[in-house]
């Protein structure tokens, strides 16, 4: 079942909304009396020759003007805080689903779509709220307008009101195939924006094979499409105005012949019939507001249902209820695990033990990692930690005492030491050293508290995997399993960061997955994976002599 | 955070206003007639809409003037005429319009985008990928609201107003002097306006940009987020920063309700000057009572489209501030090609006296000199800031150096020229970045018009056949983020498919293999060594079994080359290679 985003936006705000409506219905009403108030000078004052009456009437006028000001100063600025306010917290749920601990919003989506729905999306349904007010104004206008028209005439008075919701009826069915072109519009614009994101990012590599010209060449037929779809809905846009003109003229020329024939006939007064053409002028205001209402609406369905597919991303992994042992002494069990390339693997971890996992297939310690960090709950078999089964732990749990540092993990926008601190306090220094990261904040201008590009780009592939491991290593879980630390790193610092592992991770349990000898040679024990599968188990320079697969695998 | 400052000096450049000018002019001139043609409809719907107060009055005489009733029927059928008329022109002028704006983006984002893609790697490395794509998503956008619904909302209004004003000066002549006496509230409106405004909106645009920035630095590090449990911390990041444009987006609301509070000031003045106007005209005489009041609901017709015509204004300022961010990159001077390309004689790589400073003062590299024959294999050893990737950087003219030259087959990188020398070297760096679409078109970035079968060869040629074979819909599986992901090895093997593509006679390896892990780095080197068959090569290698089967080894250290030699030529030679090969060796054999 999907949430109902725009429902749940507009209740959000429900109070700013509702005093901008009434703020603005107040500026609709007094609007509507100036023209009033015109023919009242013309009477009174113009048409007497009275100076006084001229005087005093104009004094009048100044105070509608004052009221029209201030209802329309305080309506937009609680409109447009409800509409901002709106989308502020729909941002903040989409950053929440996407960062939820049990995973999957980002499943199939390029992160540059995910920022767009959380960027534009957003604020189309945020705009609804200031939409709606101006709608509700526009039509206790309409209402207005039309009980006067009753007291002078029922005919006329019905004929407007029973026109409106026929109107309105209308308009929300020429709005329908707009809303449905503004839906693929939309996809298309974020697809545009989405390759051009993604050649951004790819721009190193775009330009060290020389391939800018053919991905600008392949950007121009992007953008082409996406104009081609663009003006498919700006037409129907443009033929949707039309059309609500063409409507609000055939009510007025309705009002004009019905209340000319009761005039003409001594029904009303010609008086009457002037008020009644001006009041369907007027009316001809929110009518036409009701047709950009209809079209934010339009927007903001759309953009809803993009939303709403977000927040209800299947998760990757149920919750679970368990907790752990106040203090985790870290011991780790499989049992007969399968999952993709993983087969019947059986190891058992004991508290404080530093093992290795040397796998043939990249594709198995992948698998084994996801798995370890409940990423994803495996095909068969069972892990656990202290007796607990992964499974039965919410994900959230589990990492306060099992870290999974992943090969390709992200350094973010901070300094250097923000990006180790990741958030705890504490002296970092030990782990700096130890993955050797202090050598890397010597390079940089600005030394550890060097602010590092987005995602650490400024920083080369062995720095940041230092960086990573710092904080890995400063983090200080009581099981920590990484993942080729060490892979861009020179041979002599990769020595020293297999010696700063051993001594920082002294009596807390660790697991080594890497092919690294280095780091492989200061573990308590190696787990061969072949195929997927364990072929053997020892020590890594009983492993190293012992057994050829292991040896080619490691020493190439 | 003390980066701010910082990163908004380290933006990507903003055209100036005559930049803009000249630009929309061009855009516009190469569109003239659609241009024309969209204006003229616009100006006969605008025309035909203000037929209706008319024939209304019209339908008052007739009653007045005690017609008969069927008489009405004539003006209301003129006026569902009218209607028509109107909403088919509107229409059609709207059209017509959207697709000249809509026209006219698309050519400045194609051109935003081709510039972007030429941008020197330094210069957006400063600023951050986040400042391109903000401007290639958000200043889009926002300039494709301004086209979408300003442009033509300012080519009713401004026929209007004109329209009405022709009327008034009909009725008398006074009554436009009249109508004009409010004309300086709106200038000092409009300056106090733009006074605050612009650097308002300069400020919700970086707002927008920190915004933008941090979602993408939270939602593509989501996985990284949620092992390190730092959700809260990145909420509340975002949190901050969208509540700070939030809160820059409520002081332009309150700002704009100041204006319009303004205009309605100028409203209030003007008409009661024009009744004014209308009282002393009578009393002498000089009008009838008819024509005041003609007169001040023409001026009352004016509130709105004056209204809409100023707060463009404003929309003005939005779309102009996302057009200077655009434009600022779009108009970016083309990398210059030499006059005469002189084309590289051989493969060959010289490079004397090279130095290189990413800040002035902190060298990186200094006095490098260096030689290597056509189709020679060279391995760069070092230790991690010895200056390897840099080295290959200058070499493939990513970064122009600070000291020195380079010659690829004798020819300086000046003299090639950024065209000649993309098609002489090819850098691979361990970068890994799977570009989102079908793989075959990914391949296809490298060469353009390459067939199936050339796509299958070079796969096939870095061993990655099998698994792209494998695939759910072979070469058309939908590869890259948000598609199948591809394993770090496979994505590498994918770059040196690419570069057997590309087929440039020089490619360096930036540790091409090492993201792979190890298992993967041996599946990566045999691929290397295949790409590279037939090829010059500069491979900045970490470990040591790729340098040990290279044809030399350039061996740097702060910035310098310490030695050059074989393999065996420099082991025996007990140096700093020695040393390295050493510790490396240790590792290997493990024997006690």
Partial sequence: ?556 | MSGNGERADALLPTAGGARIRAVLGELLRARRSLAIGALATMFVATGIGLLIPPLLGHVVDLVAGREPADAITTPVVLIVLVAIAQGGTTAFGLSLIAKLGEGMLASLRERFVQRALHLPLEQVERAGSGDLTSRVTTDVSMIADAVRNALPELARSVLTIGLTLVGMALLDWRFLLVALVVTPIHVVTVRWYLRRAVPLYAAQRVAAGAQHHQLLDTVGGARTVRAFRLGDEHRERVNRRSWSAVELMMRGVRLVTGFYNRLNLAEFVGLGTVLGAGFVLVQNGAVTIGTATAAALYFHNLFNPINAALRLVDDAQVAVASLARLVGVAELPEPGEPSGVRPPADASIRVSALGHAYVPGHHVLRDVDLTIRPRERIALVGASGAGKTTLAKLIAGVHRPTAGSIALGGASLDELGPAATRETVALISQEVHVFAGPLADDLRLARPDASDEELRAALDRVGALDWARALPDGLGTVVGEGGHRLTVTQSQQLALARLVLADPPIAILDEATAEAGSAGARVLEAAADRALAGRTALVVAHRLTQAALSDRVVVLDAGRVVEIGSHDELVAAGGPYATLWEAWSDTRQHSP
């Avoid at chain 1, 009396?33 to 100044?62: E, K, N, Q, Y």
């Avoid at chain 1, 960027?119 to 509700?136: E, Q, S």
């Avoid at chain 1, 940089?444 to 890995?472: H, Y």
């Fill in chain 1, 1 to 556: 079942m999907r949430p109902n985003v725009l429902g749940r936006a507009i209740r959000g705000q429900w109070r700013l909304v509702t005093i901008s409506s009434v703020l603005y219905a107040g500026h609709q009403g007094t609007e509507a009396l100036v023209p009033v108030l015109i023919g009242v000078v013309i009477d009174d004052a113009v048409a007497t020759g009275s100076g006084g009456a001229l005087l005093r009437w104009i004094g009048v006028l100044a105070a509608v003007f004052l009221v029209l000001s201030m209802c329309f100063r305080f309506g937009a600025r609680t409109g447009e805080r409800a509409s901002y306010q709106a989308g502020h917290a729909l941002r903040l749920q989409l950053t929440e689903r996407v960062l939820d601990h049990r995973g999957g919003a980002e499943a199939n989506r390029l992160s540059g779509a995910l920022v767009n729905i959380a960027t534009d999306d957003a604020k189309r349904v945020g705009a609804v709220n200031l939409a709606l007010p101006i709608g509700i104004a526009a039509l206790s206008g309409l209402v207005v307008g039309g009980v006067v028209l009753l007291s002078m005439s029922l005919t006329l008075g019905l004929l407007v009101l029973l026109g409106i919701p026929l109107l309105l009826w209308a308009a929300h069915l020429l709005g329908k195939p707009l809303e449905r072109r503004s839906h693929a519009e939309q996809e298309r614009a974020a697809h545009a924006s989405g390759v051009a994101t993604d050649l951004v990012g790819g721009l190193r590599v775009l330009k060290g094979i020389g391939a800018a010209p053919a991905a600008i060449a392949r950007y121009r037929r992007t953008s082409q499409n996406s104009l081609a779809a663009t003006l498919r809905a700006a037409r129907a846009e443009a033929w949707h105005d039309g059309a609500m003109l063409v409507l609000t003229g055939l009510v007025v020329a309705v009002i004009a012949l019905v209340g000319g024939r009761l005039a003409a006939q001594g029904e009303i007064s010609v008086g009457n019939l002037v008020a009644a053409v001006g009041l369907a002028q007027f009316l001809l205001g929110p009518l036409t507001i009701f047709a950009w209402v209809n079209g934010q609406l339009a927007q903001g369905r759309a953009s809803a249902a993009r939303i709403a597919s977000v927040l209800a991303a299947p998760y990757s992994v149920p919750p679970g209820t368990a907790a752990l042992p106040e203090s985790v002494a870290g011991r780790l069990r499989l049992h007969a695990v399968s999952h993709a390339a993983l087969r019947q693997v059986d190891v058992d971890v004991a508290p404080g033990e530093l093992i290795g996992v040397v796998s043939t297939d990249p594709g198995a310690a992948t698998a084994l990692l996801e798995c370890l960090g409940r990423e994803t709950d495996p095909a068969t078999g069972s892990l656990s930690l202290d007796g607990v089964p992964l499974d039965t732990l919410n994900p959230d749990e589990l990492r306060t005492a099992v870290l999974v540092a992943a090969h390709d993990a992200d350094l973010f926008e901070e300094s250097l030491i923000d990006n180790v601190r990741a958030g705890r306090d504490g002296d970092v220094r030990p782990a700096l050293s130890a993955a050797a990261a202090d050598e890397v904040a010597e390079t940089l201008p600005d030394g550890v508290r060097t602010v590092l590009a987005e995602r650490g780009r400024s920083l080369s592939g062995g720095q940041r995997q230092r960086a990573a491991l710092a904080r890995a290593l400063a983090a200080n879980p009581p099981v920590l399993v990484v993942h080729d630390p060490t892979t861009a790193v020179d041979a002599m610092t990769e020595a020293r960061i297999a010696a700063g592992i051993r001594a920082t991770r002294d009596g807390r349990t660790t697991v080594l997955v890497t092919t690294s000898p280095a780091l492989l040679a200061v573990t308590d024990r190696v787990v061969l994976l072949d195929g997927g599968a364990i072929s053997a188990e020892g020590e890594h320079a009983d492993l190293v002599h012992g057994n050829e697969r292991y040896r080619t695998t490691v020493l190439a």
